[in-house]
């Protein structure tokens, strides 16, 4: 393989992602060494999809099962020691990837993304201030390159009482299945006038909300005029990098709410229907989405 591509015509590399190789430092060398024996010294392009160049917590949720926003109140060693990333030992091994500790990963994509790299394409200045602040050194090889999405026709939502919430995708742990889970375990607080459709799928299953099971992405404006969607809910526990779904709501013209972590916060917080919840806490955030829906009503009139 490598006799072949020192060979090859090739002018770019593309690492797109290399979570779950297996074994990634191993990769990062392979890499360089093509580079530095091809005569034609190809291009290296990294895409900043995750944050597995920071730590192999490729999302960045410590061992809490929280965003870590780079810091371990008992230090990032204790963090690598205790963090599973996966159901077995065989999968961690993989995703540790031949590393010894949190530095010794560190100083190896470092040195990656300082030398070998020769630009590294993000999809929003919050993922690029992530990178920086770990590696200062690649700041001048960071371009921001926005995904491009999809954009669907404004919907047109029925007059309706109640207060329906959405949430788009697959919806796993990190994505907030834990946080949906308390907020429809509160949904009885308020007269059941709350209802929570997950238009898609979540590893959880509740008695109390609609899932409406995997979709095909045009269909996604009839969905959320037949259940009279005032706001779409982005739940996630970690910094996205971009989230297709926040606009894919916004480009619906429909009201956004979430966290203020990662790319979908950096996006919501200049749209005219979006809010931003500072805390995670699922049974105050439904208030705080039930007062909001009520302005956006207010403001559409």
């Known amino acids: 393989m490598y006799d072949f591509l020192c060979n090859a015509n090739i002018r770019e590399i593309v690492v797109n992602n290399l979570v779950a190789y297996k074994n990634t430092l191993d990769v990062l060398l392979f890499i360089k060494q093509i580079k530095d024996a091809h005569k034609n010294k190809p291009h290296v392009s990294f895409r900043g999809h995750d944050f597995q160049c920071i730590c192999p ?3 960045l949720i410590n061992c809490d099962g929280e965003y870590c926003q780079l810091k371990y109140r ?27 500790d949190i530095q010794d990963w560190r100083n190896k994509w470092g040195n990656f993304l300082a030398q070998t790299a020769d630009d590294i394409v ?28 999809q954009q669907y026709r404004h919907v047109n939502i029925k007059p309706h009482k109640s207060c329906n919430i959405a949430v788009l995708g697959a919806i796993s742990q990190q994505k907030g299945a834990d946080v949906i889970k308390t907020m429809a375990e509160k949904i009885g607080l308020y007269n059941n006038d709350v209802k929570i459709i997950v238009v898609g799928t979540i590893v959880h299953k509740l008695k109390n909300i609609s899932v409406t099971g995997a979709y095909k992405p045009k269909y ?23 989230s297709y779904t926040t606009s894919e709501a916004m480009s619906m013209g429909l009201a956004v709410a979430c966290f203020d972590i990662g790319a979908p916060a950096e996006r919501v917080k200049n749209y005219e ?29």
């Open 57 to 59: 917590s490729f999302n």
């Open 74 to 100: 008992h230090g990032c060693e204790m963090c690598w020691k205790n963090k599973k990333m996966a159901k077995n030992q065989m999968a961690n091994k993989v995703l540790r990837s031949g590393a010894n």
């Open 122 to 149: 993000v999809f929003s200045s919050v993922v690029s201030e992530i990178f920086t602040k770990v590696y200062p050194q690649i700041k001048n090889k960071i371009k921001i390159i926005p995904h491009e999405v």
């Open 220 to 242: 996604l404006p009839k969905i959320m005029e037949k259940n009279n969607i005032d706001i779409v809910l982005i739940p996630s526990i970690w910094p996205e990098t971009f």
């Open 273 to 301: 229907y979006g809010l931003v919840l500072e805390k995670i806490d699922p049974e105050k955030n439904i208030g705080q989405i039930i007062e909001f829906v009520k302005k956006v009503k207010e403001m559409k009139k």
